[in-house]
């Protein structure tokens, strides 16, 4: 679960350093199906929200093999109270980073 998350953390930054909406479209997706493969990771869903406007959503399964479940845009991990300070603590310390260049 902890890695799912740093993966969407890793992510959701990265869209900050790309320009073009298909470019970065293309290449959140390429990095998701990369990740799956590199570090076996099952399913992933990845959804980036600016200020309400939801510029991004895919979903990832590698593998059908859940009967009766489809993985969509929609799906929700389950992740701990731990993992969400963490990740927001995380958060707040590459804002506060960037914030003092």
Partial sequence: MV??????IALWLQTG????DSSLRDKLIHQVEKNAQLHGIPSQ?????????ITFKYAFEASKSRVGSTLNEHSVFPI???????????V????EKNSSH
């Fill in 3 to 8: 890695r799912r998350l740093f993966v969407f």
């Fill in 17 to 20: 350093c790309m320009q073009n």
């Fill in 80 to 90: 701990f109270s731990v993992s969400k300070l963490f990740a927001t603590v995380l």
């Fill in 92 to 95: 707040f310390q590459l804002v």
């Fill in 45 to 53: 869903a990845v959804l980036v929200n600016d200020n309400g406007d």
